[in-house]
């Protein structure tokens, strides 16, 4: 049996024919994560892909936001299949149950941590050494905190909380469970391509958390050293705080260093490898020690700023005869049957707890009809004012952000995104830097960039093209959310709005010089100056987060990020530009 799990950054990842790219991954079960689809985008050849069943969880908040799916072969077809994490999003049979003690939760608060389509379920039946068992494979892309908003800290660790909960009694009923995904956390400094740049780096409660998920934070200790008896572990005192699941990445690849999932995309670190590991496949203690053989990540895969992890166990797969009832198959959409959409939902609201809860709630009755229609699987039940405070699924995105991201991903076939890149900087900048510095030949002036007294080591430079759930690379830093804009498009524009007026273009020589006169007393953009480090031309950005700089450009190193160590990284030049004469 092999498991592969993959944040692939939206389904277009998977554009050059889906069905190739699973085969490609080789993989009995193939979990994916930010799918971007939610009900309403789904389409007939994401869902129904050939050989393999699928189940998809979709956010309820916001259109092409989150969601996961697991896609299996059909040797490898669960007998069981569920959306969610918390149990209410199940109305049908096929379900894993074991829900766990959700004591801690509020009825409310369980709702928002399944509203975002955040988890998967399947389980499948296995032979391991001539014996039947089972494994639920738990897919999940785990909450990022995002700095700007300290109420999805709490989610962040909800979500763990609650996705331990569940793991741990799916475990307890007697099915062996992996948990795997992107969790947004990486775990310890040798997970992180700069650990020191990190205020209290173990204090970070995400990574307190993996601690006791995990069994054995030291594993290379542990798997050198003498194995632990077996029956002292489950009797001593201790066991019930010692984590229950093993890293296998970890356990197979204990000292590796610079071994990452996840990259900025805006600053080029994936050429330098300066990134994060945070994408993980976690398997219950004995099913790793017993029956993982391998498991390793494949960073040579491209198209997403993820790339794909996998594990290769010793058992094989019993395939169940018949997917079961949350596989995409039987969506009505795709069932052959035109059966009006509205019927679907409301079956599956007069089975669902939820509709009984919806009175409860405050919110807009006309909201949640139209909401129910969005959603099918009803969820409409929380009002959209208390999402808009706890969930960030219901944030709208600016428009601009949106195109940025689109056209900075790489958007090839699925062979460009398996071979690997060159790692040549020039080639790899995107095309608002060759564009600057196409811009610096033609112009000969050189105005003067005023120079801030900051650096990039005080700027965090998130844009909006930068990948919306990753875990910042400067955590703890004062952010600026920037994107990079052409100075070819900058300088059009303020062309068309400032044409000279005869009366003040007196002596206007060349057509050259003139340009250059009026760049410099029309505020047009400044040519890039060169960075101190590498005399290379800076790349033109804008902050683009709202607050006092909104709008302001400054410059800095074109080269991709990379730790401070790399001299073939971006140095720390950093300028305003100054647009105040
Ligand atoms: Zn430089």
Redesign the pocket.
Same mark, same amino acid.
Do not use: G, S
């Given at each position: 049996m092999k498991v592969v799990t993959w944040n692939i950054n939206g389904i277009r990842t998977f554009r050059g024919g889906i069905k190739k790219a699973l085969d490609s991954l080789d993989a009995d079960v193939i979990c994916v994560q930010e799918t971007k689809v939610t009900r309403d985008l789904l389409n007939e050849r994401t869902a129904i892909v050939d050989g393999y069943n699928s189940y998809f969880s979709f956010s309820r908040g916001r259109s092409g936001y989150s969601g996961v799916a697991t896609y299996c072969k059909d040797s490898a077809t669960p007998f069981a299949a569920e959306e969610g994490l918390t149990g209410l999003l199940t109305n049908h049979e096929g379900a894993v149950g074991c829900y766990g003690d959700q004591a801690e939760f509020c009825s409310e608060e369980l709702q928002l941590l399944d509203n975002e389509g955040r988890a998967v379920i399947t389980q499948h039946r296995i032979m391991c050494q001539e014996k039947e068992q089972s494994v639920a494979v738990i897919n999940v892309y785990c909450p990022r905190a995002d700095p700007e908003k300290p109420e999805r800290k709490q989610f962040k660790l909800q979500f763990y909380k609650l996705l331990q909960c569940r793991a741990e009694a799916v475990l307890k009923d007697g099915s062996h469970v992996i948990v795997l995904g992107d969790v947004n956390t990486s775990h310890r400094p040798i997970d992180h391509c700069d650990p020191s740049d990190i205020d209290d780096f173990d204090g970070n409660p995400g990574r307190k958390w993996l601690n006791g998920f995990l069994h054995g934070v030291r594993q290379e200790v542990e798997r050198h050293e003498e194995e632990p008896d077996e029956e002292s572990e489950v009797t001593s005192s201790d066991s019930s705080r010692r984590g229950k699941f093993v890293d296998t990445f970890r356990y197979f690849h204990p000292t590796r260093t610079n071994a990452f999932t996840c990259w900025s995309t805006l600053t080029g670190a994936r050429q330098t490898n300066y990134g994060t590991r945070i994408d993980y496949i976690f398997a219950d203690c004995q099913l790793a020690k017993e029956q993982f053989v391998a498991a390793d990540i494949m960073p040579e895969v491209e198209g997403s700023d993820h790339c794909p992890v996998w594990g290769q166990l010793r058992c094989s797969l019993l395939p169940s005869s018949k997917p079961p009832p949350l596989c995409t198959r039987y969506l009505p959409e795709f069932a052959g049957k035109q059966q009006k959409l509205s019927r679907f939902f409301v079956k599956v609201d007069q089975k669902s707890s939820q509709s009984d809860q919806r009175d409860a709630l405050p919110g807009s009755q006309e909201e949640e009809e139209l909401r129910e229609n969005l959603n099918p699987f009803g969820a409409g039940n929380i009002s959209s004012k208390k999402r808009l405070i706890t969930s960030d699924s219901v944030v709208p995105k600016g428009k601009k952000a949106k195109t940025v991201k689109t056209s900075s991903k790489p958007q090839g076939s699925l062979l460009s995104f398996f071979k690997p890149k060159p790692t040549n900087v020039a080639h790899s900048t995107e095309a608002p830097v060759r564009q600057c510095e196409k811009t610096l030949d033609e112009v000969t002036s050189s105005q003067k960039s005023q120079k801030s007294s900051s650096t990039t080591n005080d700027v965090s430079l998130i844009s909006s093209s930068a990948p919306e759930e990753t875990e910042p690379v400067f955590d703890g830093s004062p952010q600026l959310c920037i994107s990079t804009t052409t100075e070819e498009n900058d300088r059009q524009m303020k062309a068309e709005r400032l044409t000279p007026q005869p009366t003040v273009a007196h002596s206007a020589a060349k057509k050259g010089a003139s340009l250059v006169f009026w760049k410099s007393v029309l505020h047009g953009p400044p040519p890039p100056p060169s &960075?101190k480090?590498?005399g290379?031309p800076c790349v033109l950005r804008t902050v683009k987060k709202e607050g006092p700089n909104m709008g302001k450009q400054f410059f800095v &190193?074109a #080269?991709p990020q990379g730790h401070a160590s790399n001299p073939d990284a #971006? &140095?720390n030049?950093f300028a305003w530009v100054d647009k105040g004469k």
């Open positions: &960075c480090v590498h290379e &190193c #080269r #971006r &140095c030049f």
